[in-house]
C-alpha cells in the first residue's frame, strides 16, 4: 500500500494539473533563447516567491538565472532545477501545420526539447512535495535553481563554481527523452561527457598596415587600394582550417561532436573597408576532459592561423566547461521505481486527433495510434544501459552531452527520462520534420501527461528522500565510493569554470522596435 505522504504527492498533482499545463504553455510561448530568458526567469522567479520561497535573482552573476530555497526546519537539502532556454530558427507554433508563432519570424526562439516542459515538470514535483512537507511536518529543505542557456552549458559550471550545489544532500535531473532507449527510465551507467564551447572573436585593428601604401592618395583606406583582409576573412579561413583539420583532432571511432556558429561577421557594409570584428562560436562533445583539450588545442593553433592570413588579433572566451556525469545507482532505482508508481505518460483523446491531423498535412495516412511505443513505455535502467551500450565503444564511458552533470559531483544525483510526444514513422526510412516534436510540445495535450509525470515522480522521489534516512544515507555513501573520499576526494573532479558568465556576447534575442514588442532581432516577413 502506498504511503499516505506519497498518496498526496499524487494527488496534489492530478488536483493541479491544469495550473502546470497553463504555466508550461507561458514559458514554451515565450520562446526565449540563451542567456535572454528574461521573462522567463521573471516568471519563475514571482512563481516562486509566490509560493513561499526565498529568491536570490541573478545567482552568480547571470541575469537570467536564480537561486530558490523553502525550508520546513533541519533535514536533507534537495535540489533540482528549471531550464527554460529555447533554440533559434525553431519558432513553431502550437499548431497542426507548419508555421512560426504568430507574429514573428521563423528564425526566432522555440522551444525543441521542450525546456519548457522540463522546467514545469521540476517544478511541479518540487511544489507537490512542498505541499507534502507542510501537510506532514516533513523537515528538510528544497532548493531550486534556474539554470539558463543549457543549449551552450552555460550555467551549471558557473553555478558549480560559485558554490550553489556545495550545500545539497541530493539532487534531481529531469529531462524529456531525446533519444531512445533513454525513455521513460533513469540513467545506469552511462552518463553525459564532458561539453566544451568557446567564442574566437578576431579584431583588424590597424587595416593601415597591410601591404605597401599607396603614395599618390593622402587616404590610408583608398577605394582604389588593395585593402587588408580583415576579420571576416579570418572567421572564414577559421571556419575552413577546423573543418579540414577535424578528422586529425579525435579518432572517429567514437561518438563525438563539434559543432560551430557565426555570431558576428563583418561589421562593415559591403564597401572597400576590411571587415573589423567577426566571432566564430565552437561547442565540443567528447567523452573525456583530456580529449577536449586536445581539441581546444588544435582549434587554438587554427585561430592563431587564421588571424595572422586576415591581419587580425584574436581572442579567446570561454562559454562553458561542463564535466562528465557520474552515476548513482541508488538515486536511479529509487527514482525508477517512483517512475513506475507515477506510471509513463498515456497519450489519449485530444492527443491523439492532433497527431492524426498532423500526420494527413503531411500526406500520411492517419495511424488509429500515432505515438511511438517506447514514450508510453517504461524500461528498467539497466535494460536502457544494456542497450544502450550495444552502440558504444567498450572504453567509452561516456556519451553526449548535458550540464546536468555538475550537480552529480557535488551531491548523489539522478537522471530522469520520460516519454515527450512522439509519432511513429509511416514507413522505414521516413523521418518527420523537425517541427513536428516542436509543435507537438506545445500542444498542451500532448506535452500535458509528460508533465504530469514528471511532478509525480520527482514529488515522490523527494519524499523517499526526506522520509528515509537510510535510504539516502546510501546514496551519499555511494557518492562517497565513486568519488574516492567524498568532495576533494582523490577521483573527484572539481569545477572547471575559471571564467566570468559569457552574458555580454551577441546571443540571439528578442527586441523591442517601432516594429512591435518582443520582436525577433530578425524581422518577420510582412
Request: net charge negative.
Amino acid at each position: 500500500m502506498i504511503p499516505q505522504e506519497k498518496q498526496s504527492v499524487m494527488n496534489w498533482v492530478e488536483e493541479n494539473k491544469r495550473a502546470l499545463s497553463d504555466w508550461n504553455q507561458i514559458i514554451w510561448h515565450y520562446g526565449e533563447t540563451a542567456w535572454r530568458e528574461y521573462r522567463s526567469a521573471a516568471w519563475y522567479v514571482e512563481r516562486l516567491r509566490a509560493e513561499g520561497f526565498t529568491v536570490e535573482e541573478g545567482s552568480a552573476g547571470m541575469p537570467t538565472a536564480f537561486c530558490a530555497t523553502w525550508s520546513n526546519g533541519n533535514g536533507p537539502v534537495i535540489g533540482g532545477y528549471a531550464e527554460y532556454d529555447a533554440v533559434p530558427g525553431n519558432c513553431q507554433a502550437a499548431d497542426t501545420v507548419e508555421r512560426p508563432r504568430d507574429g514573428l519570424s521563423k528564425y526566432a526562439g522555440g522551444h525543441t526539447d521542450p525546456h519548457s516542459a522540463l522546467g514545469i515538470g521540476s517544478l511541479g514535483g518540487f511544489l507537490a512535495a512542498k505541499a507534502v512537507m507542510e501537510k506532514y511536518n516533513l523537515k528538510g529543505t528544497l532548493k531550486f535553481l534556474g539554470e539558463p542557456a543549457e543549449k551552450v552549458r552555460g550555467s551549471k559550471p558557473i553555478h558549480a563554481a560559485k558554490g550553489y550545489y556545495d550545500d545539497m544532500d541530493a539532487a534531481i535531473s529531469f529531462h524529456p527523452f531525446y533519444m531512445l532507449p533513454l525513455c521513460n527510465t533513469t540513467n545506469w551507467n552511462t552518463h553525459c561527457a564532458v561539453a566544451y564551447a568557446v567564442i574566437y572573436t578576431f579584431t583588424c585593428d590597424q587595416p593601415q598596415t597591410w601591404g605597401s601604401t599607396n603614395d599618390d592618395s593622402p587616404i590610408p583606406a583608398s577605394h582604389a587600394a588593395a585593402r587588408a583582409p580583415g576579420a571576416t576573412d579570418a572567421v572564414v579561413t577559421m571556419y575552413t582550417l577546423s573543418k579540414m583539420y577535424r578528422e586529425h583532432m579525435l579518432s572517429n571511432s567514437m561518438g563525438w561532436s563539434m559543432n560551430e556558429t557565426i555570431l558576428n561577421a563583418g561589421q562593415a557594409t559591403a564597401d572597400n573597408i576590411p571587415a573589423q570584428m567577426a566571432q566564430i562560436q565552437y561547442f565540443i562533445r567528447v567523452p573525456d576532459i583530456d580529449m577536449a583539450e586536445n581539441v581546444m588545442r588544435i582549434l587554438d593553433q587554427n585561430a592563431e592561423s587564421a588571424a595572422r592570413a586576415a591581419h587580425c588579433s584574436v581572442k579567446r572566451e570561454w562559454v562553458a566547461k561542463s564535466r562528465y556525469g557520474l552515476a548513482n545507482h541508488t538515486m536511479a532505482d529509487v527514482t525508477y521505481q517512483n517512475l513506475v508508481l507515477a506510471g509513463a505518460p498515456k497519450f489519449e483523446g485530444k492527443a491523439i486527433e492532433y497527431a492524426q491531423e498532423i500526420q494527413r498535412n503531411l500526406g500520411l495516412e492517419p495511424m488509429d495510434k500515432p505515438y511511438l511505443e517506447a514514450v508510453e513505455t517504461l524500461i528498467e535502467p539497466q535494460e536502457a544501459e544494456r542497450l544502450l551500450r550495444e552502440t558504444l565503444p567498450a572504453w567509452q564511458e561516456h556519451f553526449t552531452s548535458d550540464d546536468y552533470t555538475e550537480y552529480c559531483w557535488h551531491a548523489p544525483t539522478v537522471r530522469l527520462y520520460i516519454g515527450r510526444p512522439a509519432l511513429k514513422s509511416p514507413k522505414p526510412g521516413y523521418s518527420y520534420p523537425a517541427w513536428v516534436m516542436n509543435a507537438l510540445g506545445g500542444i498542451r495535450e500532448c506535452i500535458d501527461p509528460m508533465i504530469v509525470s514528471a511532478s509525480k515522480t520527482i514529488g515522490l522521489t523527494i519524499v523517499d528522500l526526506l522520509t528515509q534516512p537510510d535510504l539516502l544515507q546510501k546514496a551519499k555513501d555511494e557518492f562517497v565510493e565513486r568519488t574516492g573520499g567524498g568532495i576533494n576526494g582523490k577521483k573527484w573532479i572539481a569545477p572547471l569554470c575559471d571564467y566570468e558568465p559569457p552574458i555580454h556576447f551577441r546571443w540571439p534575442e528578442y527586441v523591442t522596435t517601432e516594429r512591435g514588442k518582443n520582436q525577433w532581432v530578425i524581422p518577420a516577413a510582412e
